[in-house]
Protein backbone atom coordinates (compact mmCIF):
# COMPACT_ATOMS: atom_id res chain seq x y z
CA UNK A 1 0.00 0.00 0.00
CA UNK A 2 1.28 2.95 -0.36
CA UNK A 3 0.12 7.03 0.63
CA UNK A 4 0.10 9.88 -0.83
CA UNK A 5 -0.12 13.52 0.34
CA UNK A 6 -2.70 15.90 -0.92
CA UNK A 7 -2.89 19.16 0.00
CA UNK A 8 -4.68 21.87 -1.52
CA UNK A 9 -3.83 25.68 -1.31
CA UNK A 10 -6.76 28.35 -1.81
CA UNK A 11 -5.47 31.74 -2.18
CA UNK A 12 -8.97 34.37 -1.94
CA UNK A 13 -8.13 37.80 -4.02
CA UNK A 14 -9.97 40.20 -5.81
CA UNK A 15 -9.05 42.69 -8.63
CA UNK A 16 -9.42 46.25 -9.15
CA UNK A 17 -10.24 47.89 -11.98
CA UNK A 18 -6.72 48.50 -13.28
CA UNK A 19 -6.12 44.21 -13.25
CA UNK A 20 -3.98 44.46 -10.16
CA UNK A 21 -4.24 41.56 -7.61
CA UNK A 22 -4.61 41.53 -4.30
CA UNK A 23 -4.23 39.17 -2.29
CA UNK A 24 -7.05 38.51 1.04
CA UNK A 25 -6.52 35.00 2.27
CA UNK A 26 -3.80 31.98 1.79
CA UNK A 27 -4.94 28.76 2.84
CA UNK A 28 -3.56 25.46 3.12
CA UNK A 29 -5.18 22.07 4.79
CA UNK A 30 -2.36 19.97 5.41
CA UNK A 31 -0.04 21.33 7.75
CA UNK A 32 -1.23 22.17 11.48
CA UNK A 33 1.24 21.16 14.15
CA UNK A 34 -1.55 19.80 17.38
CA UNK A 35 0.88 21.66 20.19
CA UNK A 36 0.83 25.29 18.18
CA UNK A 37 -1.84 28.23 17.97
CA UNK A 38 -3.13 28.21 14.45
CA UNK A 39 -1.35 31.65 13.61
CA UNK A 40 1.96 30.44 14.69
CA UNK A 41 4.45 30.45 11.95
CA UNK A 42 4.93 26.22 12.38
CA UNK A 43 1.29 25.84 10.68
CA UNK A 44 2.57 27.44 7.33
CA UNK A 45 3.26 26.02 4.18
CA UNK A 46 5.70 27.87 1.51
CA UNK A 47 4.23 27.82 -1.98
CA UNK A 48 4.90 29.50 -4.90
CA UNK A 49 6.78 32.06 -2.99
CA UNK A 50 4.00 32.85 -0.15
CA UNK A 51 2.82 31.98 2.80
CA UNK A 52 -0.31 29.48 3.28
CA UNK A 53 -1.88 29.58 6.85
CA UNK A 54 -3.50 26.44 7.83
CA UNK A 55 -7.42 26.35 8.05
CA UNK A 56 -9.42 23.04 8.01
CA UNK A 57 -11.44 22.34 4.79
CA UNK A 58 -12.51 20.35 1.71
CA UNK A 59 -12.44 21.09 -1.53
CA UNK A 60 -14.75 19.03 -3.58
CA UNK A 61 -13.31 19.63 -6.99
CA UNK A 62 -14.72 20.59 -10.22
CA UNK A 63 -18.39 19.12 -11.44
CA UNK A 64 -19.79 20.06 -15.33
CA UNK A 65 -22.69 19.04 -16.83
CA UNK A 66 -23.06 17.96 -20.30
CA UNK A 67 -23.12 20.60 -22.28
CA UNK A 68 -20.51 22.47 -19.94
CA UNK A 69 -22.86 25.56 -18.91
CA UNK A 70 -22.46 24.65 -15.35
CA UNK A 71 -19.26 24.49 -14.34
CA UNK A 72 -19.10 24.78 -9.78
CA UNK A 73 -17.02 23.72 -6.46
CA UNK A 74 -17.73 23.80 -2.79
CA UNK A 75 -15.64 24.83 -0.19
CA UNK A 76 -16.29 22.72 2.98
CA UNK A 77 -15.54 24.83 6.31
CA UNK A 78 -16.30 23.37 10.00
CA UNK A 79 -18.54 26.45 11.17
CA UNK A 80 -16.79 28.50 13.82
CA UNK A 81 -16.59 32.50 13.68
CA UNK A 82 -13.31 32.53 11.99
CA UNK A 83 -14.21 30.18 8.87
CA UNK A 84 -17.44 32.18 8.68
CA UNK A 85 -15.72 35.53 8.52
CA UNK A 86 -13.58 34.42 5.84
CA UNK A 87 -16.52 32.64 3.71
CA UNK A 88 -18.88 35.57 4.27
CA UNK A 89 -16.38 38.40 3.25
CA UNK A 90 -15.13 36.10 -0.29
CA UNK A 91 -18.65 36.22 -1.30
CA UNK A 92 -19.86 39.69 -0.32
CA UNK A 93 -17.43 40.87 -1.77
CA UNK A 94 -17.51 38.54 -5.01
CA UNK A 95 -13.48 37.89 -4.58
CA UNK A 96 -12.11 35.18 -6.59
CA UNK A 97 -10.62 31.86 -5.53
CA UNK A 98 -7.66 30.20 -6.85
CA UNK A 99 -7.58 26.34 -6.05
CA UNK A 100 -4.15 24.46 -6.44
CA UNK A 101 -4.52 20.59 -5.55
CA UNK A 102 -0.91 19.46 -5.18
CA UNK A 103 1.20 16.43 -4.40
CA UNK A 104 3.18 16.59 -1.41
CA UNK A 105 6.32 14.65 -0.18
CA UNK A 106 5.18 12.05 2.40
CA UNK A 107 8.19 12.37 5.12
CA UNK A 108 8.36 16.24 4.07
CA UNK A 109 5.31 18.03 3.90
CA UNK A 110 6.71 21.69 2.82
CA UNK A 111 7.95 20.13 -0.35
CA UNK A 112 5.90 19.30 -3.59
CA UNK A 113 6.62 16.01 -4.34
CA UNK A 114 8.50 16.20 -7.94
CA UNK A 115 8.71 19.97 -8.33
CA UNK A 116 6.15 21.69 -10.22
CA UNK A 117 5.09 18.71 -12.34
CA UNK A 118 3.32 17.63 -8.65
CA UNK A 119 0.64 20.19 -9.28
CA UNK A 120 -2.34 18.00 -10.29
CA UNK A 121 -5.19 20.75 -10.70
CA UNK A 122 -5.41 24.62 -10.86
CA UNK A 123 -9.09 26.32 -10.79
CA UNK A 124 -9.93 29.69 -10.71
CA UNK A 125 -13.34 30.43 -9.08
CA UNK A 126 -16.08 33.30 -8.16
CA UNK A 127 -17.16 32.93 -4.75
CA UNK A 128 -20.58 32.72 -5.66
CA UNK A 129 -23.03 31.96 -2.68
CA UNK A 130 -22.69 30.69 1.06
CA UNK A 131 -24.86 28.29 3.18
CA UNK A 132 -24.30 26.98 6.51
CA UNK A 133 -25.80 25.04 8.80
CA UNK A 134 -24.78 24.57 12.88
CA UNK A 135 -21.92 22.27 11.57
CA UNK A 136 -20.78 23.49 8.16
CA UNK A 137 -20.30 26.33 6.28
CA UNK A 138 -20.28 25.82 2.39
CA UNK A 139 -19.14 27.86 0.04
CA UNK A 140 -20.27 27.46 -3.70
CA UNK A 141 -17.42 28.49 -6.27
CA UNK A 142 -18.67 29.25 -9.63
CA UNK A 143 -16.63 29.78 -12.67
CA UNK A 144 -15.94 33.62 -13.07
CA UNK A 145 -18.35 33.55 -16.28
CA UNK A 146 -21.40 31.81 -16.02
CA UNK A 147 -23.10 31.71 -19.66
CA UNK A 148 -26.90 30.84 -17.84
CA UNK A 149 -26.61 33.18 -14.88
CA UNK A 150 -25.43 36.20 -16.71
CA UNK A 151 -22.84 37.08 -13.96
CA UNK A 152 -19.67 38.48 -16.19
CA UNK A 153 -17.14 40.51 -14.18
CA UNK A 154 -18.29 43.89 -14.93
CA UNK A 155 -16.00 46.40 -17.35
CA UNK A 156 -16.50 49.75 -17.93
CA UNK A 157 -15.79 51.30 -21.58
CA UNK A 158 -13.45 54.25 -21.14
CA UNK A 159 -11.35 55.92 -23.27
CA UNK A 160 -8.26 54.73 -21.88
CA UNK A 161 -9.52 51.25 -22.49
CA UNK A 162 -11.08 51.55 -25.74
CA UNK A 163 -10.02 55.00 -27.43
CA UNK A 164 -12.19 57.60 -28.28
CA UNK A 165 -15.81 57.14 -27.95
CA UNK A 166 -18.96 58.67 -29.95
CA UNK A 167 -19.97 61.44 -27.73
CA UNK A 168 -23.27 61.66 -30.16
CA UNK A 169 -25.89 59.16 -30.86
CA UNK A 170 -25.62 59.92 -34.60
CA UNK A 171 -23.39 56.80 -35.78
CA UNK A 172 -23.24 56.00 -39.35
CA UNK A 173 -21.46 53.72 -40.77
CA UNK A 174 -20.20 53.95 -44.47
Known sequence: MSLTTLVTFVEVFNVDIN????????LQNGKREADKDVKD???TILFNGKNYH???????GTTINKSGDN????????NHPLSMAKAQQAVVNKYFVEVNV???KNDDIDTLANGNQSILTTDTWLAASLSYDPE????LLSSAIDSVGGNVPSLVLTTEVVGKLPVTSDIQNR
Open 41 to 43: SSN
Open 136 to 139: VVEV
Open 71 to 78: IESNLIMG
Open 102 to 104: CIM
Open 54 to 60: YLPFIYQ
Open 19 to 26: GNKSTKHL
